[in-house]
C-alpha cells in the first residue's frame, strides 16, 4: 500500500516498522520496499524513548489512552487523545478498515458539515480527510443564508482510508494494534471522585492478554451485539464482512457495570455495477465549479475542480412500492419493534410510511475509479433476490447489477444519560464512550463524540481536568449536551434546528469559535493553526470597526458604491456594517471605494459580509447565550443524593434530577418538568458548597 | 462572532484611518442591551397596596415615562402615574427609584407602590409592557438575577425560593384554568400552527436539497404567517378586551323589561344614574358605572329589558343587551316576583325558561346570580315556597330576595356580590384574569414583531427567517407552554418522508 501524505506533513527523524499480525506484534527495523499488506510505517517525533518498545512487551506497557475501534469517533479519538500529549493505543479489527465509510460514499451536508468544521476547527482529521478523499464537492442551501450553508462532498472510499490510516500511522504517540477486545479490566473507584468502578485496561480476546491504561475508550459502532439482516437471515456482526465483535464487552457493559442499555436499527442501500446504470434516464448533478474545502488550514481540495464527479438523480416507481409489499413476509427487519431512524428510513419504511409517492434516488460515485455507484434512498433488507426486482422498477436501473446487497444491522447503545458531558461514564472512572454506542448515526457526529472523548480521555489519564463544550458555543456541544441531557429514542443526527444559537454557530465562524480556546484551554490544537485563527480574529475585528466607523448618508453610499440599491431616504445615516448587510453589497465593493482601509482585508471579504449580516442578531444572542453559560458553569456534584437532599424540592423534580443526574445547573434547567423554583434551590446548594468548599 | 461583537462594543479600537473618510463616530447607541424585566411583587389580587417591580437598564426609563421624572435613589416619592402612550392618569403612588449596584438585583431597578386593585394594576403593568426592553419577568427571574449578582445570602434564598415556588404553581395553576377556556384553544391553535410553520421552514433548511420538498412549501408557509400575524393582531385590538383590562371585572344587569334593573343600578350606585319610570322599555341603550365593591373594580352596566319590540331603536337596545351579557364576567338577573306563575309548582319551569332567554348566549365560566326583585310585595310565606321551588331547579344560580324600594336583602346581596368577585379576581396567590391578560397581551404583541422578521428575511436569508418563527413561538410558548426542538422535528417527520 502507498502511503498518502497528509496535508500537514511532519518530517520524520526515526523511521520504526512494526510488522502487526492478530494478536502478535512484532517490532523490526525494516525497509520500506518491505512493506506488505500488515506493515505500516510509523514515525516517531517527539518521543524517541518509545522506540525501545519490543514486540512481547506491548502488555507490560502503560498507555495513557487506549482506544476499541477504529471507525470515525476511534480515528478522532486516537489524534486527539495524542495532539493532548497521551500516549495512545488504538486497538480495531483490521487496520485496513481505519477510516472506511461503511455507508454513504459521502460527508458532510447541513448539519454535518457544520459538525466537520467544528471538528477541522479543533484540529482533528475529518475535514482534511474529507479535503483530500473528495470527487464532488458541492454547498448545499447556498441560498438559504450562511448559517445554514451545508458544505457538503462526495468521498472516493478508498482515498479517505489512505489519507486516515496514513494520518494515524503517522501520528506521533500512537500505536496501532490489530486484535479483538474481550473484556474491560476493572477495579474499585477512586474514592473522593464520584463513580463506581474504575477502569485499568483492557484483556484481549483469544488469549492476548492485558494492556493496562489510564483511560479506555470505547467506539465499537454497530458492532456491540450487532446483528445483521438480510431477508428472514439474521448473522451476528456490525458489518458486512467483518467479523462480529466479542460478546465479552456487551457483558461487561450490561452486568459487570450494570449500564442502561437499548437497541437501535440501521441500514445500507445494496451497492450497483456502475456499467449496468443506463444514466440517460437519469438527470445529472453536477459540483460546485469552485470546490469549498472543508478544513480551515486548506485553500484547495486534493481533487481539481474539473476532475469532479457527477451524481445523478433518479425516482422510485409503483413497481418499487408494489415489490415492498410483496415482499414484507420474507423481511424480518422490518417487522421487528426495534427503533430505526425516521429521517434516513429503508424504502422499506418510507414506502409503507408515506404510499404512493415518488421518491428520490440518488446515484453517487463510490470513487474516481471505483466500478460501483451508491443509490443513496435505497436502504433496504430485503432477500437479494426482490432487491434486484425491485431496483429494476426505477428508470435507469431496469437492467442493474448488484455487486454487495443491502443490509439491515441491529446493535445495542449505551444509554448517553449515563455519561458527563466529557463523555465518561458516569460510574466508571476512565471509561469513555464514543459513536454509535451512544445512540446516534452518521460520521460526522461519531467523528465530533471521538474527538471530544478523546481530549477527555487524554487529559484525565494525564491529570487535567476534563472538559465541556458549550450548547452556546458547538454544534458539538449541542450534540452532548443532547446525548447526556434528554437521551435518545431513535438513531441522533445532527440538525441546524436543533441549535437555538443557529445564526451564531456557523460553519464560517468555527476557528473562531473553537480553535483558540482549542489552544489555549483544551490542548488539542497545533500552535500553527492557532496562530493562523488568531491572524484571522485579528482581521475581522479590525475590518468590522472600520466599517462600524464609517458613517455616510445613504445617498452618499448609493453615489461611492455605483448606484447600488440601499433601501432609505437619502439623508439616513448608515454605517458600513449596516450598508454591507444589503443584499447587492460586497466587501469587495466596499474596498474599491475605500482602497486604503480595506484593501487588506480583501482575502476575508466572504467572511465579513457574512459577519456584517449576522451582527445584530448575534448581538441579541449575546445575553442568552451568556445567561446559558452562567447557569452552565456552575456544576452539580455527581455524588449529590437528590432524593435525600436537605431543600425543598417536589418528590417529581427530585426523581428528575436522580435519574438524569445533570452535570450543570444549566444542564438542570433545560430538563422538562425542572421547575424554577427547583433551579433556585439546586442554585443556592451549589453556592453554600463553594463557600464550604472555600473556607 | 462571540468576542469579535464584544470587541465591536468598545469604542475605544483605534484604527489608523484617515479622517476626512470618519463622518461621525456614533458608537454609543444601537447596542441592543440586557432585558429589562417588571412584574407585580407583592400578592395578587385583593391587597392595600401592590409593589411592582422593573429591574434592568431600561429601569430609569420605565421611571420617567410613567412618571415624568426620576426621584432621588432610595427615597419614596409620591407620584402621579400615567400610560406613557394614553396619557391616562393610572394612579398616584410611592415611587422608588435604586440604581445599580447597590439594588436587590444588582441592576438598576425601580418600584411602584400603588393601589390593589387589579384595574390598577393591570394598568401599570400594562403601560410597563408598552415600553421599549421591558417584558414580564419569568417566575424566579428577579430572585435568579439578586442570586447571579451575588446580592442574596443564603438565609434569604429559602424564603425567596418558597415564594417562587408559590408563584410557579399559582402560575401553572393559573395558566389551566385559562388554558381551559375559548382563549386557551385560540393560543394553542396559533401555537400549533405557528409550530408547523416553523417545521417547515426547517425542514426545508435542513432536507429540501437531499429530499423531495416543494419549494411551495415555503409560499403556504408564509400565508399562514401572514394569517397568523392578522388573527393575533385582530385579537390585541379587540375593543372589549382592552376595556375590560383597564376597568375590571364586567357585571351586566339583566331581565326582562320593568323587572327593575335600573332600580338595582341605582341603588347599588346610590345615585340616579339611570333613568328609572314604570314604563317598560325605558332604558334603551346600555348604561355604564364603574363602581367598587369590596375593593373590587366592577364595571356595572344597566342593558335594556329583553323582549320583543318593533321599536327599531329598542330592537337595537335589546340587542346590545344580549350582547353585553354574553361578554360579562357576572350577570345580575332581575326577576320580578310579582310577575312569577302564582301557582307554585310551575315556578321552577318559568324560571329555567327565563334565565334561559336571557342567558342563551353566555359562556360557561360566566357567574350569575338571580335577584328576586319587589320582595316587599310578597309575603314572607311565598319567599320561603319560591326558595324551595328554587331548590329544586338544577343548575341554579345563587339567588337572593331584594326589595329596591325598601333595600331589603341588600346586605345580602352585597356580600353575595362580594364572595362572587372574589372568585372571579381569584384568591390572592391565584393571578385575576385581567392580570393574566396583561401578560398574554405583551407576549402576543412580542410574537407579531418576531413574525414580521420572517417577512423582512424570507428572500434574503431564511435562518433568519426562521429565527423571527422561532423567536414568535418563544413568546407564544410562554403563554401555552415551550414547544422542544424535538416537537417540531417530530411535525417534520410527520409531514415529509424524510429520507436517503
Given at each position: 500500500m502507498t502511503a498518502v501524505k497528509p496535508a500537514e506533513t511532519q518530517s520524520s527523524q526515526h523511521d520504526i516498522y512494526i510488522e502487526i499480525s492478530k494478536n502478535s506484534v512484532t517490532l523490526q527495523v525494516s525497509v520500506p520496499q518491505l512493506s506488505h499488506m500488515l506493515v505500516r510505517r510509523l514515525q516517531f517525533l517527539k518521543t524517541l524513548s518509545t522506540c525501545s518498545i519490543e514486540a512481547s512487551n506491548i502488555h507490560t506497557q502503560h498507555y495513557d489512552v487506549i482506544v476499541v475501534g477504529g471507525g470515525h469517533a476511534g480515528s478522532e479519538a486516537v489524534a486527539a487523545a495524542s495532539r493532548i500529549g497521551a500516549k495512545t493505543l488504538l486497538i480495531t479489527q483490521k487496520i485496513q478498515t481505519i477510516g472506511a465509510l461503511s455507508c454513504n460514499p459521502s460527508l458532510g451536508g447541513v448539519g454535518k458539515g457544520h459538525l466537520v468544521r467544528e471538528i477541522d476547527a479543533l484540529d482533528g482529521v475529518m475535514g482534511r480527510a474529507g479535503d483530500w478523499a473528495g470527487i464532488h464537492f458541492s454547498i448545499l442551501n447556498r441560498s438559504k443564508g450562511p448559517a445554514v450553508w451545508g458544505l457538503r462532498a462526495q468521498l472516493d472510499r478508498q482515498r479517505y482510508k489512505d489519507f486516515m490510516q496514513s494520518e494515524l500511522l503517522s501520528t506521533p504517540l500512537v500505536t496501532i494494534l490489530e486484535g479483538s477486545v474481550q473484556d474491560l479490566l476493572l477495579t474499585e473507584a477512586d474514592p473522593g471522585k464520584p463513580g463506581k468502578h474504575k477502569v485499568y485496561g483492557i484483556c484481549l480476546a483469544n488469549g492476548g492478554g492485558e494492556i493496562h491504561s489510564s483511560s479506555v475508550v470505547l467506539t465499537t459502532g454497530t458492532f456491540l451485539s450487532g446483528a445483521l439482516f438480510m431477508g428472514q437471515n439474521t448473522t451476528p456482526g456490525g458489518r458486512m464482512g467483518d467479523p462480529p465483535s466479542c460478546a465479552g464487552l456487551s457483558h461487561n457493559l450490561k452486568n459487570v457495570l450494570g449500564l442502561k442499555i437499548g437497541r437501535l436499527r440501521t441500514g445500507t442501500p445494496p451497492r450497483i455495477v456502475k456499467d449496468s446504470i443506463d444514466f440517460s434516464l437519469t438527470s445529472v448533478c453536477l459540483p460546485d465549479s469552485s470546490p469549498t474545502p472543508f478544513s480551515f488550514i486548506n485553500k484547495h481540495t486534493h481533487c481539481t475542480p474539473k476532475e469532479q464527479l457527477p451524481c445523478f438523480l433518479t425516482y422510485t416507481t409503483p413497481g418499487v412500492e408494489k415489490v415492498v409489499k410483496e415482499?414484507?413476509?420474507?423481511?424480518?427487519?422490518?417487522?421487528?419493534?426495534?427503533?430505526?431512524?425516521?429521517?434516513?428510513?429503508?424504502?422499506?419504511?418510507?414506502?409503507?410510511?408515506?404510499?404512493?409517492?415518488?421518491?428520490?434516488?440518488?446515484?453517487?460515485?463510490?470513487?474516481?475509479?471505483?466500478?460501483?455507484?451508491?443509490?443513496?434512498?435505497?436502504?433496504?433488507?430485503?432477500?437479494?433476490e426482490m432487491q434486484l426486482r425491485l431496483i429494476r422498477e426505477i428508470p435507469g436501473l431496469q437492467h442493474a447489477k448488484i455487486q454487495t446487497p443491502g443490509y439491515g444491522v441491529q446493535y445495542d447503545f449505551v444509554c448517553p444519560t449515563q455519561l458527563f458531558p466529557w463523555l465518561q461514564l458516569k460510574n466508571t472512572q476512565g471509561l469513555f464512550l464514543a459513536g454509535q454506542i451512544n445512540g446516534t448515526t452518521g460520521y460526522e457526529e461519531a467523528a465530533a463524540q471521538g474527538l471530544w472523548a478523546g481530549v477527555n480521555a487524554g487529559r484525565t489519564s494525564l491529570s487535567m481536568s476534563p472538559l465541556s463544550l458549550s450548547r452556546t458555543q458547538s454544534y458539538i456541544g449541542v450534540l452532548i449536551d443532547d446525548l447526556v441531557c434528554h437521551g435518545v429514542t431513535e438513531p441522533y443526527r445532527m440538525f441546524t434546528s436543533r441549535a437555538e444559537f443557529r445564526t451564531s454557530l456557523r460553519p464560517d465562524n468555527a476557528d473562531l469559535r473553537l480553535t483558540i480556546r482549542g489552544f489555549e484551554e483544551i490542548g488539542c490544537v497545533s500552535e500553527q493553526r492557532y496562530n493562523k485563527a488568531l491572524l484571522v480574529q485579528a482581521s475581522l475585528k479590525q475590518a468590522l470597526s472600520t466599517l462600524q466607523s464609517i458613517h455616510l448618508s445613504a445617498a452618499r453610499w448609493r453615489d461611492k458604491l455605483g448606484g447600488v440599491t440601499i433601501s432609505k431616504t437619502k439623508s439616513s445615516i448608515l454605517n458600513g456594517v449596516e450598508v454591507l448587510q444589503y443584499k447587492d453589497v460586497t466587501f469587495q465593493m466596499l474596498a474599491s471605494s475605500f482602497q486604503e482601509l480595506f484593501g487588506p482585508h480583501l482575502e476575508i471579504s466572504e467572511r465579513l459580509k457574512v459577519e456584517a449580516l449576522y451582527h445584530p442578531h448575534c448581538e441579541k444572542q449575546r445575553r442568552e447565550m451568556e445567561k446559558m453559560q452562567t447557569e452552565e458553569s456552575l456544576s452539580l456534584p455527581n455524588d449529590i443524593d437528590y432524593l435525600a437532599l436537605p431543600i425543598s424540592l417536589s418528590q417529581e423534580v427530585r426523581e428528575i434530577l436522580d435519574r438524569v443526574r445533570p452535570s450543570t445547573l444549566g444542564a438542570a434547567a433545560r430538563l422538562p418538568g425542572i421547575t424554577p423554583a427547583a433551579i433556585v434551590h439546586l442554585f443556592n446548594y451549589v453556592h453554600r458548597n463553594k463557600h464550604r468548599n472555600h473556607m | 462572532?462571540?468576542?469579535?461583537?464584544?470587541?465591536?462594543?468598545?469604542?475605544?479600537?483605534?484604527?489608523?484611518?484617515?479622517?476626512?473618510?470618519?463622518?461621525?463616530?456614533?458608537?454609543?447607541?444601537?447596542?441592543?442591551?440586557?432585558?429589562?424585566?417588571?412584574?407585580?411583587?407583592?400578592?395578587?389580587?385583593?391587597?392595600?397596596?401592590?409593589?411592582?417591580?422593573?429591574?434592568?437598564?431600561?429601569?430609569?426609563?420605565?421611571?420617567r415615562r410613567l412618571t415624568r421624572s426620576l426621584p432621588a435613589p432610595r427615597t419614596a416619592s409620591l407620584r402621579s402615574i400615567s400610560h406613557p402612550q394614553s396619557k391616562e392618569l393610572l394612579d398616584r403612588g410611592?415611587?422608588?427609584?435604586?440604581?445599580?449596584?447597590?439594588?436587590?438585583?444588582?441592576?438598576?431597578?425601580?418600584?411602584?407602590?400603588?393601589?390593589?386593585?387589579?384595574?390598577?394594576?393591570?394598568?401599570?403593568?400594562?403601560?410597563?409592557?408598552?415600553?421599549?426592553?421591558?417584558?414580564?419577568?419569568?417566575?424566579?427571574?428577579?430572585?435568579?438575577?439578586?442570586?447571579?449578582?451575588?446580592?442574596?445570602?443564603?438565609?434569604?434564598?429559602?424564603?425567596?425560593?418558597?415564594?417562587?415556588?408559590?408563584?410557579?404553581?399559582?402560575?401553572?395553576?393559573?395558566?389551566?384554568?385559562?388554558?381551559?377556556?375559548?382563549?386557551?384553544?385560540?393560543?394553542?391553535?396559533?401555537?400549533?400552527?405557528?409550530?408547523?410553520?416553523?417545521?417547515?421552514?426547517?425542514?426545508?433548511?435542513?432536507?429540501?436539497?437531499?429530499?423531495?420538498?416543494?419549494?411551495?412549501?415555503?409560499?403556504?408557509?408564509?400565508?399562514?404567517?401572514?394569517?397568523?400575524?392578522?388573527?393575533?393582531?385582530?385579537?390585541?385590538?379587540?375593543?372589549?378586551?382592552?376595556?375590560?383590562?383597564?376597568?375590571?371585572?364586567?357585571?351586566?344587569?339583566?331581565?326582562?323589561?320593568?323587572?327593575?334593573?335600573?332600580?338595582?343600578?341605582?341603588?347599588?350606585?346610590?345615585?340616579?344614574?339611570?333613568?328609572?319610570?314604570?314604563?317598560?322599555?325605558?332604558?334603551?341603550?346600555?348604561?355604564?358605572?364603574?363602581?367598587?365593591?369590596?375593593?373590587?373594580?366592577?364595571?356595572?352596566?344597566?342593558?335594556?329589558?329583553?323582549?320583543?319590540?318593533?321599536?327599531?331603536?329598542?330592537?337595537?337596545?335589546?340587542?346590545?343587551?344580549?350582547?353585553?351579557?354574553?361578554?360579562?364576567?357576572?350577570?345580575?338577573?332581575?326577576?320580578?316576583?310579582?310577575?312569577?306563575?302564582?301557582?307554585?309548582?310551575?315556578?321552577?319551569?318559568?324560571?329555567?325558561?327565563?334565565?334561559?332567554?336571557?342567558?342563551?348566549?353566555?359562556?360557561?365560566?360566566?357567574?350569575?346570580?338571580?335577584?328576586?326583585?319587589?320582595?316587599?310585595?310578597?309575603?314572607?310565606?311565598?319567599?320561603?315556597s319560591i326558595q324551595t321551588s328554587l331548590q329544586e331547579l338544577s343548575g341554579a344560580p345563587s339567588a337572593c330576595f331584594l326589595s329596591c324600594h325598601s333595600r331589603d336583602g341588600l346586605e345580602e346581596l352585597l356580600t353575595l356580590l362580594h364572595n362572587t368577585l372574589k372568585t372571579l379576581c381569584g384568591d390572592p396567590l391565584i393571578g385575576s384574569p385581567t392580570l393574566t391578560q396583561t401578560r398574554h397581551r405583551t407576549h402576543l404583541q412580542k410574537s407579531i414583531e418576531a413574525l414580521q422578521q420572517y417577512h423582512e428575511y424570507r428572500d434574503v436569508d431564511l435562518a433568519l427567517a426562521a429565527e423571527g418563527l422561532r423567536l414568535g413561538l418563544l413568546s407564544l410558548g410562554r403563554i401555552t407552554g415551550r414547544v422542544s426542538p424535538e416537537e417540531i422535528l417530530d411535525v417534520i417527520f410527520r409531514d415529509f418522508c424524510i429520507g436517503k
Open positions: 415482499s414484507s413476509h420474507l423481511n424480518s427487519h422490518i417487522q421487528q419493534d426495534i427503533k430505526g431512524p425516521r429521517y434516513c428510513p429503508s424504502i422499506e419504511s418510507k414506502v409503507l410510511r408515506f404510499p404512493g409517492r415518488q421518491h428520490q434516488v440518488w446515484l453517487e460515485p463510490e470513487g474516481l475509479t471505483s466500478s460501483l455507484m451508491y443509490p443513496q434512498g435505497l436502504s433496504m433488507t430485503m432477500p437479494l | 462572532m462571540h468576542f469579535i461583537s464584544c470587541c465591536l462594543r468598545r469604542s475605544t479600537v483605534s484604527i489608523a484611518v484617515s479622517r476626512s473618510l470618519l463622518v461621525k463616530r456614533l458608537f454609543c447607541s444601537g447596542w441592543p442591551g440586557d432585558d429589562t424585566i417588571y412584574s407585580l411583587s407583592s400578592g395578587q389580587g385583593k391587597c392595600g397596596v401592590a409593589v411592582v417591580r422593573v429591574s434592568g437598564p431600561a429601569s430609569a426609563l420605565a421611571v410611592l415611587v422608588l427609584w435604586f440604581p445599580g449596584p447597590a439594588s436587590f438585583t444588582g441592576e438598576d431597578s425601580a418600584e411602584f407602590h400603588i393601589h390593589g386593585g387589579p384595574a390598577v394594576i393591570s394598568g401599570v403593568l400594562q403601560a410597563l409592557g408598552s415600553l421599549p426592553g421591558l417584558r414580564p419577568a419569568e417566575a424566579g427571574e428577579f430572585t435568579r438575577r439578586a442570586f447571579y449578582a451575588g446580592k442574596l445570602d443564603l438565609t434569604e434564598v429559602e424564603g425567596l425560593s418558597d415564594l417562587i415556588h408559590a408563584e410557579t404553581e399559582a402560575q401553572r395553576r393559573q395558566a389551566l384554568r385559562q388554558m381551559a377556556g375559548d382563549l386557551g384553544r385560540i393560543y394553542q391553535d396559533w401555537t400549533d400552527q405557528l409550530k408547523r410553520c416553523l417545521a417547515h421552514v426547517e425542514a426545508f433548511i435542513d432536507f429540501s436539497e437531499d429530499e423531495l420538498i416543494e419549494d411551495g412549501v415555503l409560499n403556504d408557509v408564509d400565508r399562514a404567517v401572514q394569517q397568523l400575524q392578522t388573527d393575533m393582531e385582530n385579537h390585541l385590538s379587540d375593543e372589549r378586551r382592552g376595556e375590560r383590562l383597564r376597568s375590571g371585572v364586567h357585571v351586566v344587569i339583566a331581565g326582562s323589561t320593568n323587572a327593575g334593573k335600573s332600580s338595582l343600578l341605582n341603588l347599588l350606585t346610590q345615585r340616579p344614574a339611570a333613568i328609572v319610570s314604570p314604563t317598560a322599555g325605558t332604558t334603551r341603550d346600555v348604561l355604564e358605572v364603574p363602581l367598587d365593591i369590596g375593593g373590587y373594580p366592577v364595571l356595572l352596566s344597566d342593558t335594556a329589558g329583553l323582549r320583543d319590540t318593533s321599536d327599531s331603536v329598542e330592537q337595537e337596545g335589546v340587542r346590545r343587551a344580549r350582547q353585553r351579557v354574553e361578554q360579562a364576567d357576572l350577570s345580575l338577573v332581575v326577576v320580578d316576583l310579582t310577575q312569577l306563575p302564582s301557582e307554585r309548582r310551575h315556578v321552577p319551569v318559568f324560571l329555567r325558561g327565563h334565565l334561559k332567554n336571557i342567558l342563551e348566549r353566555s359562556s360557561q365560566q360566566q357567574q350569575h346570580i338571580l335577584i328576586l326583585n319587589e320582595s316587599d310585595l310578597v309575603s314572607a310565606e311565598q319567599q320561603r
